[in-house]
């Protein structure tokens, strides 16, 4: 069965060097050099097939969030930088605080005690390290940023597209109920787990999604890759790598992940079945698209001996509906993710109503656009 490749190989040209929490180094097998006090690791260094790739064309992965970027002083080396928050959660409780009826913004006292509190109460989606000397979550804030701060609050009252802000009320929980202030506490409590069970494949994806969420893609694909390693059948991690090879006009390594995740989706039991349907959607219409890029939309649904030899690794035969499936008795548009909905569901192993009646339409013909 296909599976991801182990550790890349040498290549002829040195590849650049990025900063990296030395625990996920050691996570990975690998020896961190000593050229302490600042880790940091080649990529090729990394057990990884896409790291080098992902940084080299980085621009093109869409970001969860836009840009966020603050001064912070890191408080271990006393030097500032500028640093992408992404997005800022204020706790709900210190947002009511602020505007509740005791509350005097004209009092001094109570602003600054507001103030020094609310950071205490942020949540923060954007992965960085302190560029001078690689600590990571210990960072004083400038007066600049409490407006900033205090401003984006205040919007709130009557800002009817709060939902699109960079500051948001609200909390945000890992999948175990912890609740980190920052990307790299919410690494490091994925690492503290994955210590005791270095195998978990799902506490690599989300070790992954931290960093993918973080804007670090080059972490999220060696997180990635490494929860494959452990389990083939890891199904978000193939669906969040191919998106990422989808945007860099990877077409191959897209469907290969691609395929990989549907085959096995009806056998993944790590998300709910909404969730994981509409993660499908989305793949199945990027794999439509690069297909028609590609010229070939033969490659568009599994071969059937992969769903075969993967029905067989959990003791079952590939499902008839995976047998006949027919991508001519199905309307798809690539600007109507719903239109992938029936064939998302065969994958889960719905049982479906034959569509449509064999009434066979082209598919909308859309040239692939940039988000
Ligand atoms: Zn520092």
């Not at 109507?336 to 034959?354: E, T």
Request: aromatic share 10%.
């Amino acid at each position: 069965m296909p599976s991801v490749q182990g550790r890349a190989t040498t290549t002829s040209k040195k590849t650049p060097k990025v900063p990296i929490n030395p625990r996920l180094f050691e996570a990975l097998d690998g020896n961190m050099p000593t050229d302490k006090p600042f880790p940091s690791v080649r990529l090729s260094d990394l057990p990884s097939e896409y790291a080098t790739l992902v940084h080299r064309k980085r621009d093109q992965v869409p970001k969860d969030y836009r840009d966020n970027q603050h001064w912070l002083t890191c408080q271990e080396c006393g030097k500032r930088g500028k640093y992408d928050l992404g997005l800022i959660a204020v706790h709900p409780e210190q947002y009511q605080k602020r505007n509740g009826p005791s509350f005097n913004a004209a009092n001094e006292e109570a602003l600054d005690n507001w103030e020094s509190n609310v950071v205490e109460h942020i949540q923060c989606t954007g992965y960085f390290r302190c560029k001078h000397c690689n600590a990571a979550g210990n960072w004083a804030f400038p007066k600049d940023f409490m407006m900033f701060l205090l401003a984006s609050m205040l919007r709130t009252n009557y800002e009817e597209s709060f939902e699109e802000s960079i500051v948001q009320l609200g909390h945000f929980q890992t999948f175990d109920g912890s609740e980190p202030k920052w990307a790299t506490d919410a690494e490091e409590h994925l690492l503290d787990l994955i210590h005791e069970t270095p195998n978990d494949a799902f506490l690599w994806n989300r070790l992954g999604n931290v960093y993918n969420r973080g804007g670090v893609p080059e972490l999220a694909v060696v997180a990635f890759e490494e929860s494959l390693r452990c389990d083939a059948g890891q199904v978000e991690s193939h669906v969040l790598l191919a998106n990422i090879l989808y945007h860099l006009d990877e077409f191959d390594a897209c469907i290969h992940h691609s395929h990989l995740a549907l085959v096995h989706a009806r056998y993944y039991k790590k998300l709910n079945a909404q969730a994981l349907h509409d993660m499908l959607c989305v793949l199945l219409r990027n794999l439509l698209d690069v297909t028609m890029v590609t010229g070939n939309t033969d490659l568009f649904l599994p071969p059937m001996e992969l769903a075969q030899s993967v029905a067989e690794e959990h003791g079952k035969h590939a499902s008839s509906s995976e047998r006949v499936l027919d991508i001519r008795s199905f309307d798809f548009y690539l600007d109507d993710i719903q239109s992938f909905s029936g064939l998302a569901n065969i994958y889960l192993g719905k049982q479906v109503r034959s569509p449509g009646a064999g009434t066979f339409r082209r598919h909308r013909t859309k040239k692939k656009k940039r988000r």
